[in-house]
């Protein structure tokens, strides 16, 4: 735990200095869920999603292969499960960012799923 202060400097920071825009990416993340919510084989629930996390679940296994395949195509993302997938949005994603990025996995799930 030695490291425990550099870590607590770097969360004091971001409530001094990145608070107020939390809820961009909040935001951000209820746009992305939403445009997920629309892609075939992609399932999950907008109203569901009250932070920065977006969890998706997917027609059948395949999330590892999946992410894999969305970070090819300049997304990434982490498998959760055989079927489970964690998203998150943050400082340096955009709205802009988030149609890209559903647009991106809607290609990557008609090929996959």
């Given at each position: 735990m030695r490291q425990v202060g550099v870590?607590?400097?770097a969360?004091?920071?971001?409530l001094d200095h990145h608070l107020p825009r939390l809820a961009d990416d909040h935001a951000n993340a209820r746009r992305l869920a939403e445009g997920l919510a629309a892609v075939r084989g992609i399932?999950?629930?907008?109203?569901?999603v009250q932070t920065n996390i977006v969890i998706f679940e997917l027609a059948g296994?395949?999330?590892?292969?999946f992410v894999s395949r969305a970070a090819a195509?300049?997304?990434r993302l982490h498998a959760i499960g055989p079927s489970?997938?964690?998203?998150?949005t943050h400082l340096?994603?955009?709205?802009?960012?988030i149609d890209t990025a559903v647009r991106a996995l809607g290609r990557v799930a008609a090929e996959t799923l």
């Open positions: 870590l607590c400097a969360a004091l920071y971001a399932g999950v629930d907008p109203v569901q296994a395949g999330a590892a292969n195509a300049g997304v489970r997938i964690r998203a998150v340096d994603v955009s709205g802009d960012d």
